[in-house]
């Protein structure tokens, strides 16, 4: 299961083990939160690995290892945008660029590529940013934790 929350639009997306989808729109009533609104409720038909939403959530982002999915989430309105297949990707993690928020980062072995968070449009050349240095392929990124604001 994966489960991915926005503070500010208080937002909850989550994805479990049988590859759906679930957006919400979550209020709070006393003391307890409720799901108010469905935003969206999609089944993937592949193992999800990772969510993740740009402040405010109206992109989500769904990503497995064959696919990324760019979703626009709207009421009444959600909908997929643009999607990404890829052939042989092993290792890889999608981040929300530190510095520049309408960006993605996307880090791939000792690779790294940005993209456009409205449309999912590649920024860098296709070869990406390489990381300088030999990393064995067990210290390869596994996960990237924002820090300092980011």
Known sequence: MSLCY???????????SSSRI??????????EWIA??????HRTGIAVEQLLTNEGCTRLLISSAATDILWSIEAGESKP???VAWNNR?????????????????VTDNVAHLYDWQSLTRLTPEQGIHMLGS?????????IVPCFDG
Not at 6 to 16: E, F, M, P, R, T
Not at 22 to 31: F, N, P
Not at 135 to 143: N, Q, T
Request: hydrophobic share 40%; proline share 4%; aromatic share 4%.
């Open 81 to 83: 945008l643009s999607t």
């Open 22 to 31: 679930m957006v919400h729109k979550l209020i709070r009533k006393r003391t």
């Open 6 to 16: 926005d503070g500010q639009s208080s937002i909850l997306c989550s994805a479990d």
């Open 135 to 143: 990393v064995l392929p067990e210290l390869a990124v596994r996960s």
């Open 36 to 41: 108010a609104t469905k935003l969206l409720d």
């Open 90 to 106: 092993r290792r890889y993690r999608w981040s929300i660029h530190p510095a520049e928020k309408s960006q993605l980062l996307l």
